[in-house]
Nanobody
Framework: QVELVESGGGLVQAGDSLRLSCAAS????????MGWFRQAPGKEREFVAA????????SYADSVKGRFSISRDNAKTTAYLQMNSLKPEDTAVYYC??????????????????WGQGTQVTVSS
């Protein structure tokens, strides 16, 4: 059973930066795609970023492209989301997720089978 624990959220001002971390337990972390999603109040959970098991392939939502950066450290079984130039519309609960199958890659919610509990990010104007 895989457990994902996010950390690093908080309250910041517009233009500030935050770095989210996702610590994973369980085996074969390095064989799975990792992703970040977010959910704002009253809205659907949406894709933010994904990174392949090797780290060679990365995808971003258009709304965060150029501001956010996803990375991973397989030796530490941890994924990261560096968020720069934060905007009030980035306010949401951010969730870390692990891909469903070893070697697969996707950016839809259905491509991910394990989820963390979420960490709140609030950006004030």
């Amino acid at each position: 059973q895989v457990e994902l624990v996010e950390s690093g959220g908080g309250l910041v001002q517009a233009g500030d930066s935050l770095r989210l971390s996702c610590a994973a337990s369980g085996r074969f972390f390095g064989s799975f795609t990792m992703g970040w999603f977010r959910q704002a109040p009253g809205k659907e959970r949406e894709f933010v970023a994904a990174i392949s098991w090797t780290g060679d392939t990365k995808s971003y939502a258009d709304s965060v492209k150029g501001r956010f950066s996803i990375s991973r450290d397989n030796a530490k079984t941890t994924a990261y989301l560096q968020m720069n130039s934060l905007k009030p519309e980035d306010t949401a609960v951010y969730y870390c997720a692990k891909g469903n199958y070893r070697g697969s890659y996707g950016r839809d919610k259905t491509d991910f089978g394990s989820w963390g509990q979420g960490t709140q990010v609030t950006v004030s104007s």
